[in-house]
């Protein structure tokens, strides 16, 4: 597109005819010399190939035998093969990322066809960042990938599933160092045109941090006693607060929120659980969007036999026998404690046992 500026007054053409998307201006200075502007303007695509070629010469009328009569100054008409660019005012940002500013709000589209957007902003050494997508339109699902120093975090949905929300948010920490980080998002639905709108956001958020990702309680015997309790150690800013969830019953914690530094008690609870291995997870959330989890897996064993599990009268019955004989059964029968010794080689308040075995005939 091609505009000229001359003694204040602006012409403008994109295509100088049907069948070419050449543009071309004639003007006339009526006031003596002056200063020309003349400005180009592609609204097509970009690269080191897009190349153009630019022509300025003097027109210069033929005498005539009598006086040339001076023509009016062209007027601006406006052009009607114009068409609106559809297109975020962010494009094309797929081979250099357009800035983002920390704490800037920005609202793009996912068009033409097959696109998708990239944004960079500068992180500063040891701080933390949030990038989050909001106000997504109908058809849109935001899929989001953060690269900082090749390290890269990833996010599809931050809301859980049954909400209807398909935003995403990263949080990720900066190296001791400044950078750049480029913010890739794609719309999974694959839904492309000027209304696929959504508004993507960096903020600088409270650091946190945590001592382990993972925990693992047991084995543990069913009916039996609980593992011990184990612990999360929790850092961060002094800003920072936190609240934390468990995803089973049997996973408790101990407190739920708080600040920085905290330590987290941790209990896996077996009451009324059966033979068999658990997984959980405790996510901890703060600064609105941020998640970290902790995976927690639990073995809980059979339950422990006891002596006098299969027995009546405290006693213990085995069946024993050999082929072709009849069924032995031997009954182990536990003696009360006894107040004075048998013999005067027991000593007192001994437990005596009495062993009667029974033969059980067909």
Request: net charge negative; aromatic share 8%; with cysteine.
């Amino acid at each position: 597109m091609l505009t000229v500026i001359i003694n204040g007054q602006e012409y403008v053409n994109d295509d100088r005819q049907d069948g070419t998307l050449a543009s071309e201006i004639g003007v006339q200075s009526l006031a003596g010399d002056v200063q020309v502007f003349i400005q180009v303007t592609n609204r097509g695509q970009f690269g080191p190939q897009m190349g153009y070629q630019l022509f300025v010469q003097e027109m210069v009328p033929t005498p005539g035998p009598t006086a040339t009569q001076t023509l009016p100054p062209p007027t601006a008409q406006p052009d009607p093969t114009s068409t609106p660019d559809l297109r975020d005012a962010f494009e094309p940002d797929e081979t250099t990322p357009t800035v983002i500013l920390v704490g800037e709000t920005q609202t793009r589209n996912f068009f033409p066809q097959g696109d998708q957007d990239n944004a960079s902003f500068i992180t500063k050494g040891g701080r933390f960042y949030q990038v989050a997508t909001s106000n997504l339109a109908l058809g849109v699902d935001t899929f989001l990938r953060v690269t900082l120093d090749g390290a890269q975090w990833e996010n599809d949905d931050y809301a859980p599933a049954g909400t209807g929300n398909f935003a995403s948010s990263v949080c990720f920490p900066a190296a001791s160092v400044d950078g750049t980080a480029v913010a890739n998002i794609t719309n999974k639905m694959q839904q492309f045109s000027p209304s696929a709108a959504y508004n993507i956001a960096v903020l600088e958020v409270p650091a946190l941090s945590l001592n382990l990702d993972q925990l693992a309680f047991g084995p543990a015997a069913a009916g039996g006693a609980n593992p011990p309790n184990q612990s999360v150690q929790i850092f961060g800013d002094s800003t920072l607060s936190w609240s934390a969830v468990t995803s089973a019953p049997w996973l408790q914690i101990s407190p739920n929120q708080g600040g920085a530094p905290s330590l987290m008690d941790v209990t896996a609870n077996i009451t009324g659980l059966p033979q068999g291995t658990y997984e959980g997870t405790i996510t901890f959330s703060w600064a609105s969007l941020c998640r970290r989890e902790v995976k927690v897996t639990l073995q809980v064993d059979p339950p422990a036999v006891s002596n006098n599990q299969t027995g009546q009268e405290n006693g213990l019955v085995l069946a024993m026998g050999r082929v072709g004989e009849t069924a032995v059964s031997r009954r182990l029968i536990l003696a009360k404690q006894i107040a004075q010794p048998l013999t005067s080689a027991v000593p007192l308040n001994t437990v005596a046992f009495v062993i009667i075995v029974e033969l059980q005939g067909q």
